[in-house]
């Protein structure tokens, strides 16, 4: 199964600060090939269970609070672990259910006409365990055989900076024995209170190893 999702963002992840710092758990990948003079990575990704919504409509903003909703609560979890602190998110409150800890990135489709924005659920979550959404506008899959390039840089994810990076991440891997077979997706790691400079943004795009 492909990913034609990406990574947010300059939005609000759990733990993040004005220096970087994060406690949000990290998505386990493995570092196949390294080019440290570009920054760049091939990764393969551990099985992922993702909860995703719909980007249309109200966009990036509406996804990010239906999710969020969701793992502060807003699921079918089991019926003996109570929620603690449930998130209230535009007035809404969630309902009763199990409160999940958010996993960075946060993954969003970008030029797709059926955008989502898509969280990782903590890596002890299975297909099966994953409490399901109350919420009918969110989905749940598991992401398999991921392979992908990365390319890492600090800043924010403007417009230009995704041009920039996605077409030096495309040569690269036109150059050194892999095949695209997905779009650039855009990965964020921190929280718009993070310094600019020092905010882990990337670039992926899933490849295929054409050498092999």
Not at 46 to 59: F, K, Q
Not at 65 to 78: Q, V
Not at 116 to 145: G, I, Q, W, Y
């Amino acid at each position: 199964m492909k990913i034609a999702i990406s990574i947010l963002v300059s939005m609000l992840l759990i733990g993040c600060s004005t220096f970087g710092h994060s406690e949000v758990e990290i998505a386990p990948y493995t570092v196949l090939k390294t080019d440290e003079q570009q920054a760049i990575e091939v990764r393969r990704y551990e099985p992922m269970v993702l909860v995703s919504t719909s980007m249309a409509g109200d966009g990036r903003n509406s996804a990010f609070r239906k999710l969020f909703r969701y793992i502060s609560g807003e699921n079918e979890g089991a019926a003996d672990i109570a929620m603690t602190a449930p998130v209230i998110m535009t007035g809404q409150p969630a309902t009763a259910g199990t409160k999940i800890a958010m996993t960075a990135p946060v993954f969003m489709s970008g030029n797709s006409q059926q955008a989502r924005m898509a969280f990782v659920m903590p890596k002890h979550f299975t297909l099966d365990s994953t409490p399901k959404p109350t919420n009918p506008d969110l989905k749940v899959e598991e992401v398999r055989d991921y392979t992908a390039a990365a390319i890492r840089f600090n800043g924010t994810l403007s417009r230009r900076n995704v041009q920039r990076y996605s077409e030096q991440l495309q040569a690269w891997i036109a150059s050194n024995g892999y095949s695209a077979v997905s779009e650039p997706v855009e990965a964020g790691y921190n929280g718009p209170l993070t310094l600019p400079m020092l905010r882990r943004n990337e670039i992926l795009i899933e490849v295929r190893n054409t050498i092999d």
